[in-house]
């Protein structure tokens, strides 16, 4: 599912659902609902818009595979960012004509267990240390 710049997609309960298998989200607009985008048997969120959770997680991943979040400088979410207790979830921070930063690492970022930088990153990470249980 890829959403523009320009779209908004919003639901009561879940803005984006994905089941039965791994999914693939792009977001460049807007995505909100209870739960902004659940990947319920996993798969990969690339964001460079807003993704808000108005009473329950922004992102939800499931499964038991490998779950990838790529973030964009200026991307924003509203609520929990959560992977998968069960699977190896990576963070990827892209590269772009301008720095992100990432605050709230185990705190809003939750059961990721690596981050990468793309070559020619520039990225500002804070949180507490119990929330990357892997490598930088």
Known sequence: MTNAASASVTAGFRGV???GG???VVNNGTIGGGIGVDLYTGGTLTNAGAIVGSS???VAFGGTGSNLLALDPGFRFSGL???????RNTLELASAA???????LG???VHFQSI?????AEWAIT???RGLAGTI
């Open 17 to 19: 659902f994905i089941e």
């Open 22 to 24: 791994a999914g693939t």
């Open 56 to 58: 329950g997680p922004a």
């Open 81 to 87: 960012v959560s992977g998968s207790a069960s699977a």
């Open 98 to 104: 301008s720095a992100g930063t990432v605050i709230g």
């Open 107 to 109: 705190s809003q970022y």
């Open 116 to 120: 990468v930088f793309d070559p020619g």
């Open 127 to 129: 949180g507490l240390q």
